[in-house]
């Protein structure tokens, strides 16, 4: 069976860091790309970044760069993301989940349940 | 950037059909796929590549994409079937979502 278990999540004051980890099994981690997607309380979807299986290629939306980081240890079946200058905007679920992505036919079809960050002072 | 749009809610009766419209410049030129997403639950992929269904999805529910407008339709919608939907493309290396529809079963 198929599982993503996100970690790491909690409250975290304006301007500070929090990483969160994705503990992948039930399936070849190392064969699959892998999101990071959140969702703001009450709120849609929002895409926040993908890695390759290999990490070759990283992308991440607009609103993250150059502040979060996503990283994977395909040894550790393990999927991270370094949350830096975290903003109250940031507040939201965020989910991990396997992808596929190939000749621009991309989606998620396994979702963790999703760990939530609170940016407040 | 690109954007997709949906009709915020649908109304449908128990045992007829809801459709769920997703509008983006050229969308048939992508493909699109569709998560459903129950309260207090994760998303759960029901529709990739504009029209497969994976594994474990019932057969009511069915995709199409043309034109601007990806199409997801729940043919004899059961009370479990009320949820959001959330469309889904790739374009410019990044993964657009849709606003989001909430499907009410009345």
């Known amino acids: 069976e198929v599982q993503l278990v996100e970690s790491g999540g909690g409250l975290v004051q304006p301007g500070g860091s929090l990483r969160l980890s994705c503990a992948a099994s039930?399936?070849?981690?190392?064969?699959?790309?892998i999101n990071w997607v959140r969702q703001a309380p009450g709120k849609g979807l929002e895409w926040v970044s993908y890695i390759s299986s290999s990490s070759s290629t990283i992308y991440y939306a607009d609103s993250v760069k150059g502040r979060f980081t996503i990283s994977r240890d395909n040894a550790k079946n393990s999927l991270y993301l370094q949350m830096n200058s975290l903003r109250a905007e940031d507040t939201a679920v965020y989910y991990c989940a396997r992808g596929y992505c190939g000749g621009g036919n991309c989606y998620s079809d396994y979702w963790g349940q999703g760990t939530l960050v609170t940016v407040s002072s | 950037s690109y954007e997709l749009t949906q009709p915020p809610s649908v109304s449908v009766s128990p045992g007829q059909t809801a459709s769920i419209t997703c509008s983006g410049d050229?969308?048939?030129?992508?493909?699109a796929c569709w998560y459903q997403q129950k309260p207090g639950q994760s998303p759960v992929l029901v529709i990739y590549?504009?029209?497969k269904r994976p594994s474990g999805i019932p057969e009511r529910f069915s995709g199409s994409n043309s034109g601007n407008t990806a199409t997801l339709t729940i043919s004899g919608t059961q009370a479990m079937d009320e949820a959001d939907y959330y469309c889904q493309a790739w374009d410019s290396s990044t993964y657009v979502f849709g606003p989001g529809t909430k499907v009410t079963v009345l």
């Open positions: 050229k969308l048939g030129d992508k493909f």
């Open positions: 039930g399936f070849t981690f190392s064969s699959y790309s």
């Open positions: 590549q504009d029209s």
